[in-house]
């Protein structure tokens, strides 16, 4: 981690709780550039042709290894879209890592668009971890427009973690998955706005094979005069079983909308979603205050827990 | 330790004002087990509020160890050393009972540590020490869990707002197991429940009758006791159980 500045050193510790130089393959990118790159026996990260990103391909039966793919950005005015596309075979078990940081010291907007595209063979486990991150207090804004696609294939599974806590001013996400017969889609996405700072997250996951479900639960919360809109889609296309479940705290003059939708295009689907907003519960901040904390400390007991 | 002098506690409803509670004078002591009961709707959880800070009095003042209180915030009495365990276990998604017991404590406490705390309120400890304090825990559980983070505050003025509310009679045979071996191991501090319950009057040193906003009776357990007993002041738990039980021969 020698060749990277003390900024870049802490977005990489944000975003993929990176100290050092991962263990197995990696690709760091800082500025738009490739940085530091490896790969394994197993797993091979490959620049595109025609230099819009990488594949990473990961071969069939790969178990208990690992792909670290985060981004940061140091610059201001900076904009870059990239993509990446996971190739995961057949029979393995791995944990990707991805992330992107900006500090944006300027008064230009800096954005990084990645647009994530998994192909997950057969059997196979992917755990998928994604934080993004902005600080830095300059004018210019820090955007992140994050595309995630998942296409799934027979008996696959597919956990996926999508944080953004804090700093993010703009950003516009979505997530699209396509899960076959016995497939199964874990999402727990964690959501936190603050000042003026907007929000917008669509889901839209086709359960296209037998038995195939997706569990969605996405968390929010909304402070100071920040915007959360969250639209969380499920199409159930045979008899499989979906949930959806979209939970805010929406706090001072924030604003929350909340799209739950369910399609079922078969009498065997069978689909379920949930939907709540309010504001912390007095009952919670009277509690942690009897414990002896002031009530913005519950305050923030109360959102932590929450978004853990 | 405690004193409410002249306290009165009044509310606006549908017919204009009405008194919750009217010119309290109570001394709790150090080193006391003390029951408030009375029939529903007396003030008794109000009392019990207005100890924690929750609610301030409308009139009066409230002093502890001599000191003013009346307008002291919750947090400040809780740094004071008042612990109060709520009728309603309040829920909380995403923070666990380890979390919720190392607030309590103000510490960082270990799992182990916390564990201790769990067995002394009858659970499991290494079962519950990571759940969430969530609505995937009964009402009993809620209630143990709620006692264990006034346990953890080892406060010297503890006030349980009904613990009997709410659950099944096996878990109140054990939760009257607990307030035993509090009395049992009482040291400085002062124990304040309110309850209607025959076992737990059975162990106080004091017991106070709160009947429409107003003291009714206080004194010893060997004096007030024999006065309420059979009354809906004193309720035995498991007379309904034995009305209801079938004759062997049946």
């Keep these: ?308 | 330790m405690l004193e409410f002098q002249n306290v009165s506690f009044t509310v606006d409803d549908d017919q204009g004002k009405k008194e919750i509670l009217q010119n309290i004078n109570l001394v709790f002591n150090e080193k006391q087990f003390i029951v408030i009961t009375g029939p529903n709707g007396g003030g008794k959880s109000t009392l019990a509020k207005l100890i924690a800070g929750i609610e301030k009095p409308t009139s009066g003042k409230i002093f502890m160890d001599g000191e003013d209180i009346t307008e002291m915030s919750i947090t400040e009495r809780a740094k004071k050393g008042i612990a109060f365990a709520f009728q309603q276990p309040v829920k909380f998604k995403g923070i666990q009972v380890l979390d919720l017991l190392r607030i309590a404590s103000g510490k960082r406490l270990t799992a182990a540590q916390g564990c201790d705390y769990l067995s002394e309120v009858g659970l499991c400890a290494r079962d519950y020490i990571g759940r969430e304090v969530n609505a995937s825990l009964s009402g009993g559980e809620l209630k143990r869990i709620e006692i264990a983070t006034v346990l953890a505050r080892k406060s010297r003025f503890s006030v349980f707002d009904e613990p009997e509310a709410g659950i099944d009679l096996w878990s109140f045979q054990n939760l009257t197991r607990i307030f035993e071996n509090m009395r049992n191991n009482i040291s400085d501090s002062t124990i304040l429940i309110i309850s209607h319950q025959e076992r737990i009057l059975n162990i106080a040193d004091e017991i106070i009758v709160l009947k429409n906003g107003t003291v009714v009776k206080q004194g010893s357990r060997e004096e007030i006791l024999p006065e309420i007993i059979g009354t809906d002041s004193a309720v035995d738990a498991c007379a309904a159980l034995r009305r209801t039980e079938v004759p062997e021969n049946a």
């Design chain 1, 1 to 308: 981690m020698l060749k990277f500045d003390e900024i870049q050193k802490r977005l990489f510790e944000e975003v993929a709780d990176l100290h050092e130089l991962p263990e197995g393959a990696y690709n760091l990118r800082t500025n738009g550039k490739a940085a530091d790159r490896k790969s394994t026996e197993n797993i091979e990260i490959i620049s595109k042709e025609d230099g819009t990103g990488i594949d990473i391909r990961i071969k069939d039966h790969t178990v208990k290894q690992s792909v670290h793919i985060p981004v940061v950005i140091s610059e201001s005015g900076l904009t870059e879209t990239v993509y990446n596309d996971f190739y995961v075979g057949e029979d393995c078990d791995v944990l990707i890592v991805a992330g992107c940081g900006i500090d944006n010291c300027g008064t230009q907007d800096s954005e990084h668009d990645g647009i994530h595209r998994f192909w997950v063979g057969k059997n196979s486990k992917v755990r998928y971890v994604e934080k993004h991150y902005g600080s830095g207090d300059g004018t210019g804004q820090r955007i992140l427009n994050p595309q995630t696609e998942v296409y799934m294939a027979e008996g696959s599974s597919m956990e996926m973690e999508m944080v953004q806590i804090k700093g993010v001013d703009s950003t516009e996400r979505t997530t699209l998955a396509e899960l076959e017969a016995n497939a199964h889609l874990v999402v727990r996405e964690r959501l936190m706005t603050h000042g003026t700072q907007q929000a917008i997250s669509n889901y839209h996951v086709k359960l296209n094979g037998e038995d195939s479900s997706a569990d969605i639960v996405s968390r929010g919360v909304a402070r100071d005069r920040s915007y959360q809109k969250l639209d969380l889609k499920i199409t159930g296309n045979a008899a499989c079983s979906g949930h959806t479940e979209c939970d805010s705290i929406i706090m001072d003059e924030g604003k929350i909308l909340a799209v739950p939708s369910l399609e079922a295009n078969s009498v065997d689907a069978q689909l379920i979603h949930e939907a709540a907003i309010g504001k912390i519960a007095g009952d919670q901040l009277i509690k942690l205050m009897t414990l002896g904390l002031t009530e913005q400390e519950a305050e923030e007991q109360i959102i932590n827990g929450f978004l853990k």
